[in-house]
């Protein structure tokens, strides 16, 4: 094995194929250290006038580029330390550009940020029809910019408006999309593509392109004030989303702009600061912490070095909301055969229906053809007995919730499936030790926990309780992972993690609206603060008669701090209880265009005249401290393992803030201090409630940190 990355040879026809394959990794990612490599075989190239072209593929079986080596970003000290790695990075891409002969990117498998933008300083790009094959910039995604160049060559392909739509998502091609953009300039089976590559690279240079742009936008792009509006128009529409909370989205903006206005030069140096200063900024920090966190988990089984038994089949018990959404992503992304039990007809139609709808919508876009989709939805089958489960591995219920039900599941599912079945229970509140009380083998029995929809919601909480083997926890991760989820591994106890910190928030936004504060302010400055939605209108989209059923459970089991005001029962007493009767703090039945209006009827029935007297960032500290405060005592409680595990529970589960890094970086942000000074004033002002956690009080006092990194 040689310790190059990059190699190449001559071959028959006289086209240099240049390989990228680092070595010892299964996926080529970039990094500064190879520069030297690249531009001693480029000045090769160079000198050997016999050659016609070059083109340059991956030795990876599978990918292509990845990206960048985004672990190299953590090395920087400085936001200059930054910006010279983009500078170099041009340099490199520009000597592609100066050859003079042809270069063609032969891509198989992921082409995203630094890859695409390699690519992008080819002359041409030819992408093999797999569906591994995907490319784009996602680099916004990381509070980032494309720093190789790719802020000033998107545009020149696909306009200004096509590549800062796609730049600003961070979206993700497939072959075909990407050839219908000009970012790819043909898709060819895998087979035959560095054939076509070496056909393309015979073409000679390429000239300037002209992007396809068509409409509007042909119009728009053709003149400096025409391309004003679609600056601004991508500044506002951006705006909607992040609240500008991510200073990556104004910084493409800008970059883009120049490079479009004042040449490619100026933009490329606006396109290193940028990104240099994106580097050092904490936004980008937090969201690299959660993907490095994310891949870090992806390695874990949730159970040390205990390993998995393999899932090859499975049954869903109950076919309603929940059991819908589960034989859909144990089908459709696990691909694992599934069985769903349930005692009524209609929770068995619901269930199919359920996922024959997203099959159904995958022919619709052309994404897949009528008999996969066939093919996908006969790996689900449905019973109201218990036939055909005998060999059923794991068995994962979401019947009513309601604990004597869930206790004649696990003996049914003892008495019908065998020894080593795993029972997984999707309660979202009972304690799973009180539903193993009913089993003989309480080692098979966890808790998988899924938040709603299923097919949409990435985050589950896997629920050891103390019997739970490791084996158990183990096979149940390796499961949820083939799901497509992230799991965490929570201790058993009320409301587990997500719920329990969810739960407090929404008790405090509670006392808010009755201390008078405008529920449209409220929900407003949550969002500003940033999360997707605000609490009210969370609270009306899950169901208010949920939450008042929770919260006596919680208190009983951790303390009054959980009761939910005595005044929120007139809510119900009104028959209010949200989306799904139509009646809840907001008008579902308005015409309107834009956001819903408030009911205003409601502060008549919960007697209060609304009155808003607290800042937004008065009214979003409130709810958010009390998150905080209760997921340092899920952490002292051992309710989670880590800080990181509650990081990114937070934000995968409810949505907290991805810039802020999740409770526990953003509490090192403010510094423990702070939070508890905080919580002693709303202490002082509303009681014990917000009295703060024993271990943030001595982190208070002693200055330490929940990351070291
Ligand atoms: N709805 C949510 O957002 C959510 C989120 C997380 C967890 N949960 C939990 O998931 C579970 C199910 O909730 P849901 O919202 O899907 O309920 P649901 O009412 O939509 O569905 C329950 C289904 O269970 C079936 N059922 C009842 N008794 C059965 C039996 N003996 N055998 C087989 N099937 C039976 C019913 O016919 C029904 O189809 C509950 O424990 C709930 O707490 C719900």
């Given at each position: 094995m040689t310790d190059k990355t990059f190699s190449w040879h001559k071959d028959e026809d006289g086209i240099a194929i240049i390989t990228m394959d680092v070595p010892g990794e299964t996926m080529n990612t970039l990094r500064d250290s190879f520069n030297d490599e690249v531009v001693d075989i480029l000045a090769e190239i160079k000198a050997d006038s016999s050659l016609k072209g070059a083109v340059l593929a991956s030795g990876k079986p599978d990918s292509f580029i990845a990206g960048a080596d985004i672990t190299m970003l953590a090395a920087c000290k400085t936001a200059q330390d930054a910006e010279n790695i983009s500078r170099s990075g041009h340099k490199v891409l520009a000597m592609f550009e100066e050859l003079s002969i042809p270069v063609v990117a032969a891509i198989h498998g992921p082409c995203l940020g630094g890859?695409?933008?390699?690519?992008?300083?080819?002359?041409?790009r030819i992408g093999s029809d797999a569906p591994s094959t995907i490319v784009g910039l996602p680099e916004s995604q990381l509070g980032l910019l494309p720093g190789g160049g790719g802020t000033q060559r998107l545009p020149q392909i696909?306009?200004?408006?096509?590549?800062?739509?796609?730049?600003?998502?961070?979206?993700?091609?497939?072959?075909?999309?990407?050839t219908k953009l000009g970012i790819l300039d043909e898709s060819v089976p895998n087979s035959v593509l560095v054939?076509?590559?070496?056909?393309?690279?015979?073409?000679?240079?390429?000239?300037?392109?002209?992007?396809?742009?068509?409409?509007?936008?042909?119009?728009?792009e053709a003149t400096p004030i025409g391309r004003n509006v679609i600056y601004d128009q991508a500044a506002k529409q951006a705006y909607k989303k992040t609240q500008g909370n991510y200073p990556a989205v104004e910084k493409i903006i800008d970059?883009?702009?120049?490079?479009?206005?004042?040449?490619?030069?100026?933009?490329?140096?606006?396109?290193?600061?940028?990104?240099?200063?994106?580097?050092?900024?904490?936004?980008?920090?937090?969201?690299?912490?959660?993907?490095?966190?994310?891949?870090?988990?992806?390695?874990?089984?949730?159970?040390?070095?205990?390993?998995?038994?393999?899932?090859?089949?499975?049954?869903?018990?109950?076919?309603?909301?929940?059991?819908?959404?589960?034989?859909?992503?144990?089908?459709?992304?696990?691909?694992?055969?599934?069985?769903?039990?349930?005692?009524?007809?209609?929770?068995?139609?619901?269930?199919?229906?359920?996922?024959?709808?997203?099959?159904?919508?995958r022919v619709k876009r052309k994404q897949i053809s009528a008999s996969q989709r066939d093919k996908q939805m006969s790996l689900l089958s449905t019973t109201t007995t218990y036939s055909g489960v005998k060999d059923v591995d794991i068995v994962i219920e979401a019947v009513f919730e309601d604990l004597n039900l869930k206790h004649q599941m696990v003996k049914d599912v003892e008495a019908n499936c065998n020894d080593n079945t795993i029972f997984a229970s999707n309660t979202s509140s009972l304690p799973i030790g009180q539903i193993a009380e009913?089993?003989?083998?309480?080692?098979?029995?966890?808790?998988?926990?899924?938040?709603?929809?299923?097919?949409?919601?990435?985050?589950?909480?896997?629920?050891?309780?103390?019997?739970?083997?490791?084996?158990?926890?183990?096979?149940?991760?390796?499961?949820?992972?083939?799901?497509?989820?992230?799991?965490?591994?929570?201790?058993?106890?009320?409301?587990?993690?997500?719920?329990r910190i969810l739960a407090l928030y929404m008790n405090e936004a509670a006392n808010l609206i009755l201390d008078g504060e405008p529920i449209e302010q409220l929900d407003k400055a949550i969002v500003k603060f940033g999360f997707p939605?605000?609490?009210?209108?969370?609270?009306?989209?899950?169901?208010?008669?949920?939450?008042?059923?929770?919260?006596?459970?919680?208190?009983?089991?951790?303390?009054?701090?959980?009761?939910?005001?005595?005044?929120?029962?007139?809510?119900?007493?009104?028959?209010?209880?949200?989306?799904?009767?139509?009646?809840?703090?907001?008008?579902?039945?308005?015409?309107?265009?834009?956001?819903?209006?408030?009911?205003?009827?409601?502060?008549?029935?919960?007697?209060?005249?609304?009155?808003?007297?607290?800042?937004?960032?008065?009214?979003?500290?409130?709810?958010?401290?009390?998150?905080?405060?209760?997921?340092?005592?899920?952490?002292?409680?051992?309710?989670?393992?880590?800080?990181?595990?509650?990081?990114?529970?937070?934000?995968?589960?409810?949505?907290?803030?991805?810039?802020?890094?999740?409770?526990?970086?953003?509490?090192?942000?403010?510094?423990?201090?702070?939070?508890?000074?905080k919580l002693n004033k709303y202490q002082g002002q509303f009681g014990d409630r917000f009295a703060p956690a024993a271990k943030l009080v001595e982190m208070a006092e002693s200055g330490a940190r929940f990351h070291t990194d």
């Open positions: 890859g695409l933008e390699v690519a992008l300083a080819c002359d041409y696909v306009g200004v408006a096509k590549g800062l739509e796609l730049m600003l998502a961070g979206k993700q091609l497939r072959a075909k999309q990407a054939q076509v590559a070496k056909k393309w690279a015979l073409k000679g240079k390429r000239g300037t392109i002209e992007p396809k742009l068509s409409g509007i936008n042909k119009a728009l970059v883009v702009k120049t490079g479009r206005e004042q040449g490619m030069d100026k933009g490329l140096v606006a396109e290193a600061k940028a990104f240099g200063e994106l580097v050092s900024s904490p936004e980008s920090a937090a969201l690299r912490s959660i993907f490095f966190a994310t891949t870090a988990m992806k390695k874990e089984t949730g159970a040390g070095d205990v390993q998995p038994r393999k899932v090859n089949k499975a049954m869903v018990l109950g076919g309603g909301l929940m059991g819908g959404g589960i034989a859909s992503v144990s089908a459709l992304k696990a691909k694992v055969p599934t069985r769903i039990k349930d005692i009524a007809e209609q929770g068995l139609q619901n269930a199919l229906a359920y996922t024959y709808k997203q099959v159904d919508q009913a089993a003989q083998r309480p080692e098979n029995v966890v808790g998988l926990h899924y938040f709603s929809p299923v097919e949409k919601m990435p985050l589950v909480e896997i629920i050891a309780h103390e019997k739970t083997s490791a084996e158990t926890i183990a096979t149940t991760v390796k499961l949820a992972k083939r799901q497509g989820k992230t799991p965490i591994v929570v201790q058993d106890g009320a409301g587990f993690y997500v719920n939605v605000g609490p009210v209108t969370l609270l009306d989209e899950v169901g208010i008669d949920v939450g008042a059923k929770i919260a006596p459970i919680l208190t009983k089991e951790l303390g009054d701090r959980f009761a939910a005001p005595v005044a929120f029962d007139k809510l119900l007493a009104d028959d209010r209880k949200g989306k799904k009767n139509g009646r809840g703090f907001y008008q579902f039945d308005s015409k309107k265009k834009g956001a819903k209006p408030v009911d205003e009827s409601v502060y008549q029935v919960l007697g209060v005249t609304p009155a808003g007297k607290l800042s937004q960032d008065e009214l979003a500290e409130r709810c958010t401290v009390q998150m905080l405060n209760e997921a340092v005592r899920c952490l002292e409680e051992g309710i989670i393992a880590s800080a990181r595990d509650g990081d990114i529970g937070a934000i995968f589960g409810i949505g907290f803030p991805p810039f802020l890094g999740g409770p526990f970086r953003y509490i090192d942000t403010l510094g423990a201090k702070v939070l508890v000074e």
